[in-house]
């Protein structure tokens, strides 16, 4: 029994009789419910969401277009100020030649971040969209993170909204998740001081919700946060799908401490305890969303695979290029025959997906 009267067996209870889960409940199963317990119930929920026994997973690609950045967060070790002599901003043309390697392996998602360069006009990226689309017909351009968005209505004086409608103007339908951190503004003006407080990443998601376009919900733990904190964090989101359904997907990973301004202060990495606990509350706790992604990428392959038996249904992408957890010296790559192997192994059957999670094949 929890501090609170909340017992496992009572939120077992509200579970099976698909009652929503209180932030008393959230904080009972982070901070005292048997892992072991908590998995099997997360498990439960899965199946009965997804019965067939397939996970899926997307080929996909994650390039930078500058590492420019005027955000300074302190657990970010990509990016540079623009004087910086390892800066660099990318021409259209030269993504676009970088983005053809990736589709040649069978990319179907380009997932484009960079950081935020004051000296981009926001025609660079409505042209960016456009010469994607017509290069590319059958790929999806899952572009700029929350921030990057605020830094295009920043830059050309227009509202989110009018951004936002412009962008999906030139073809683009999808915005990833990244820079949520934790939705709870005493975290996040620790970490990130200058990135706004929680409600700028709500407020562009829920814009672009309402537009018509769908993303995913992150969150990066690990470092000043603690349960409240997270259980904040997961109620503000289950909150804002509950009005506009836009989010396709959950994604937790941990912070990487090295190389970052950060690591000073918090020198010890959360490891998979922790990882497979917060995946298991977010299942039960996420009550209206469809799918948990599991992050080999993140947290290891192994940590991958055992995600799959503590609620998660998705096992992400193939990241054919990636440097922001680079940048950290955390460096993790597969190729799609290995996602598949990966998944096999931990006793189910691969799918590939699109970014909608449209199957496009599944695998014996």
Known sequence: M??????????RAKVHAGKRLSQK?????LREAPLLDLGQIAMEVRQRRHPDGFVTFVVDSNPN???VCNIDCTFCA????????????HSIETMLETIDKSVDKGATTILMQGGVNPEL???????????FRKRYTDVTPHFWSA?????????????????????????QTTIPGGGAEILADRVRR?????????HSWIDVHREAHVLGFRSTATMMYGHVEDEEDIVEHLDVIRKLQDKHHGFTAFVPWSFKPGNTPLN??????????????ILAASRLYLDNFEHIQASWFSEGKKTGQVALHWGADDFGGTLFEENVHAATGFINKTTTEEVKILIREAGFKPAQRTTLYEIIKRFK
């Open 121 to 131: 006009p926001f025609e660079y990226y409505l042209d960016m969209v456009r010469a």
């Open 2 to 11: 929890g501090m609170n009267g909340t017992s496992l067996d009572s939120i």
């Open 65 to 67: 277009y500058t590492n």
């Open 147 to 171: 921030v990057e968005i605020e830094g295009m209505a920043t830059v050309s004086g227009l509202s989110l909204r009018e951004v936002l409608t412009q962008l999906k103007a030139a073809g």
């Open 78 to 89: 990509f990016y540079r100020p623009p004087e910086h002599d390892q800066s660099y901003t």
């Open 190 to 198: 620790k970490i990130s001081h200058k990135k706004g407080v929680a």
């Open 264 to 277: 000073k202060k918090i020198p010890f990495h959360a490891g998979p305890n922790r990882y497979l606990r």
């Open 25 to 29: 409940d959230g904080i009972y199963l």
